[in-house]
């Protein structure tokens, strides 16, 4: 599905392409990237350029990845000018990004992230940005304002699930503004907001075992935690108990250091 914007630009709804048009939104989230003169920042989906245009005014060197090959040359034509623009073309949720650093920037260990980013990715996206966090000093992200309920919501929250604890598990994650659908075009029917990620060190819950423990204490939302367990883990009751966790409490009632617990009790038992 395609729809022409007042800018006679196709934005294709199968890509998520809401583009912000208003300037004030575009200064607050570049002023949340706060970018220093020839800093680098990763910009993932351009789009038509407005985030790039005031990053590249503010004297920041935009590494930018987007995803629709139709929209990379004129985004070549209006900023490769300016010496500090490079554009890849590449799906971000699968893009190497010390590769492209190492590529592009080789002097550059960390760099910024900024993106306003379309729903349909965001779990992907933000699963690989945890996994490439270590090449990255701090991230700004819009996203549909249910997906910031969903990874900012405590323990005892019924929007807590896999996303949430894998995001705590990664990031310190800050809750910035909210932004209307006026702001885009076309204008989708839902507001955004905007978080800070700042990556945290290397932890235990980067081991795919610990994400597998999270998705499946979350596999059925209603049921308990002893009984979502059954499924992956033989009598998970023993290392709940250990773990000082009642088996009838639900995966959201966790906290983050109860699924590290958890987990190093299972990995311990289930050790060969
Ligand atoms: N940053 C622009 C703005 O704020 O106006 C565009 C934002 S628009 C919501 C999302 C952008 O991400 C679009 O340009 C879209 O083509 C791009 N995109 C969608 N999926 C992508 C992916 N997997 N990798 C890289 N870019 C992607």
Same mark, same amino acid.
């Given at each position: 599905m395609v729809e022409k914007t007042e800018h006679s630009m196709r934005a294709k709804r199968s890509l998520g392409q809401n583009f912000l048009v208003d300037g004030n939104y575009v200064s607050k989230i570049v002023n949340a990237v706060h970018p220093e003169t020839d800093e680098v920042v990763i910009e993932i989906g351009p789009g038509r350029g407005a985030l790039t245009r $005031?990053?590249? /005014?503010?004297?920041?060197? !935009?590494? @930018?990845? $987007?995803?629709d090959r139709e929209l990379v040359p004129q985004l070549r034509d209006d900023h490769s000018g300016t010496g500090r623009f490079? !554009?890849?073309? @590449? /799906?971000?949720?699968?893009a190497d990004i010390r590769e492209l650093l190492d590529q592009f920037y080789p002097e550059t260990p960390k760099a910024k992230? !900024?993106?306003?980013? #379309?729903?349909?990715?965001?779990?992907?996206?933000l699963q690989h940005l945890a996994?490439?966090?270590?090449? *990255?000093?701090? *991230?700004?992200?819009?996203?549909?304002?249910?997906v910031v309920e969903r990874i900012t919501a405590r323990p005892g929250s019924s929007e807590r699930g896999y996303l949430t604890v894998l995001v705590e598990a990664a990031f310190a994650v800050e809750r910035l503004f909210d932004v209307p659908p006026e702001a885009f075009r076309p204008r989708p029917k839902i507001w955004s907001s905007v978080v800070r990620l700042i990556p945290k060190p290397p932890s235990p819950a980067d081991d795919p075992a610990f994400r597998r423990l999270v998705s499946s204490g979350f596999s059925q939302k209603r049921k308990t935690l002893a009984n979502?367990?059954?499924?992956?883990? #033989?009598? #998970?009751n023993i290392a709940l108990a250990h773990a000082g966790i009642d088996p009838k409490r639900r995966a959201e009632t966790l906290e983050l250091?109860?699924?590290?617990?958890?987990?190093? *009790?299972?990995?311990?038992r289930t050790k060969p």
């Open positions: $005031e990053l590249l /005014d503010r004297g920041a060197n !935009v590494l @930018a990845i $987007e995803l490079i !554009v890849v073309e @590449a /799906d971000a949720s699968e992230l !900024v993106a306003n980013l #379309p729903y349909y990715i965001s779990t992907a996206i996994n490439e966090r270590h090449c *990255l000093s701090e *991230l700004v992200l819009m996203f549909q304002r249910e979502n367990l059954k499924a992956g883990y #033989p009598e #998970p250091s109860e699924w590290l617990r958890l987990y190093a *009790l299972l990995a311990e």
